[in-house]
């Protein structure tokens, strides 16, 4: 049981450039989320995704899109990255019990 | 959802209990209070989570005030490895909307 992993644990990107954040979880969960830290912040919803099939905004999700592709995975689409998406990335999923359950980040920065 | 304040830091003593406040005077009856915490440059960890009773698990208790105007995350044995933010987060769970706000927690330092 790996819980949600991430890949790829470390990317460098120059300004223009797009990539996609793959997410998987393997606990069976409803509710995928993306979110994004900042030096010193504290974390900030990107995108998330209730249920298979449906995807909302966060607080921030301007230059990214995502796909909740089956059950299991959730990607994060940046299209022209640009230097204030540097940054760690997070994704997590929960269940019927609403804690959630976090990846171990992708560390990303553009150049 | 409510707003929470927390200490920005605390010191500890390893194997002393660590006592992390937070206030959330706003709460609503069906909010409930979650704690996360998150070592170093690793991914946020769930803690425990209560809606007006005391809560216990392996890891910490919860203890929320009869008025749930506050509460106490409590971990009983403090250890080196228990440094870390942590983040007390009051959430409402409604239909399709699951979303957590951070903020920006308490900063703890266990010190040997």
């Known amino acids: 049981n790996a819980g949600v992993t991430q890949t790829p644990k470390f990317q460098v990107l120059k300004t223009g450039q797009s990539m996609t954040l793959q997410c998987a979880q393997d606990?069976?969960?409803?509710?995928m989320y993306w979110y994004r830290q900042d030096p010193g912040m504290g974390l900030r919803l990107i995108y998330y995704?209730?249920?298979?099939?449906?995807?909302d905004k966060g607080e921030v999700p301007n230059g990214y899109n995502v796909s909740r592709l089956n059950k299991r995975e959730f990607s994060l689409r940046l299209e022209s990255a640009a230097p204030s998406q540097t940054s760690v990335y997070f994704c997590?999923?929960?269940?019927?019990?609403?804690?959630?359950?976090f990846g171990p980040g992708t560390r990303l920065t553009v150049t | 959802d409510a707003k929470t304040t927390q200490p920005p830091s605390m010191d500890c003593a390893e194997g002393r209990a660590a006592n992390l406040p937070c206030n959330h005077s706003?709460?609503?009856?069906?909010?409930?209070v979650y704690w996360y915490r998150q070592i170093h440059s690793q991914g946020p960890q769930y803690i425990i989570h209560?809606?007006?009773n005391n809560e216990t698990n392996e890891m910490a208790s919860l203890i929320i005030t009869e008025d749930r105007k506050s509460s106490t995350l409590i971990l009983p044995h403090a250890t080196l490895r228990d440094t870390a933010v942590y983040y007390c987060?009051?959430?409402?769970?409604?239909?399709?909307?699951?979303?957590?706000?951070f903020g920006a927690g308490t900063t703890v330092t266990v010190r040997a």
């Open positions: 987060i009051v959430y409402r769970a409604r239909s399709n909307d699951y979303k957590l706000s």
């Open positions: 997590a999923s929960s269940g019927q019990g609403y804690e959630q359950y």
């Open positions: 209560g809606l007006k």
């Open positions: 706003t709460i609503s009856g069906n909010e409930y």
């Open positions: 995704s209730a249920s298979e099939g449906t995807t």
């Open positions: 606990m069976n969960h409803n509710s």
